[in-house]
Nanobody, 125 residues
C-alpha cells in the first residue's frame, strides 16, 4: 500500500530553519507530483507548495515564497521542504501528499489521494 512518511519537524526559534522530508513507498514515485500542506490549530488544512514529477516545476504560496524551497530526489523516493526564516505563524502540522497527477504543482485539497501522517513544526517567538 502507499505510504508517505514525513520527518524533520521540531521546535525552532523564529528566524531558524528546518528541513522536512517525506519518504514515499508503494507507488512509482517518479511519476507523480507531490505537495506540502499544513494545518495550524483551529484552522483548515492549507496548501503550502507543490512540485511536478521531475522537479522542473514548483510552486509556493505567497506567504512562504522566498523563505521555503521544495525539491525532490526520485532516486530516494523523497520530497523535501526546506524552511528558512521561520516565523511563529508557520507553526503547524505539515503533511506531504499526492493527487497522483504528474504535473499538478497546485493540487486541490479535495483531489488528494494519499496523505502522510504529518510532522509538527513549532516556531517560538
Amino acid at each position: 500500500q502507499v505510504q508517505l512518511v514525513e520527518s524533520g519537524g521540531g521546535l525552532v526559534q523564529a528566524g531558524g530553519s528546518l528541513r522536512l522530508s517525506c519518504a514515499a513507498s508503494g507507488l512509482i514515485f517518479r511519476r507523480y507530483a507531490m505537495g506540502w500542506f499544513r494545518q495550524a490549530p483551529g484552522k483548515d488544512r492549507e496548501f503550502v507548495g507543490g512540485i511536478n514529477w521531475n522537479g522542473s516545476s514548483t510552486y509556493l504560496v505567497d506567504s512562504v515564497k522566498g523563505r521555503f524551497t521544495i525539491s525532490r530526489d526520485n532516486a530516494q523516493n523523497s520530497v523535501y521542504l526546506q524552511m528558512n526564516s521561520l516565523k511563529p505563524e508557520d507553526t503547524a502540522v505539515y503533511y506531504c501528499a499526492t493527487d497522483l497527477s504528474s504535473a499538478s504543482v497546485v493540487p486541490a485539497t479535495s483531489s488528494i489521494k494519499y496523505w502522510g501522517q504529518g510532522t509538527q513544526v513549532t516556531v517560538s517567538s
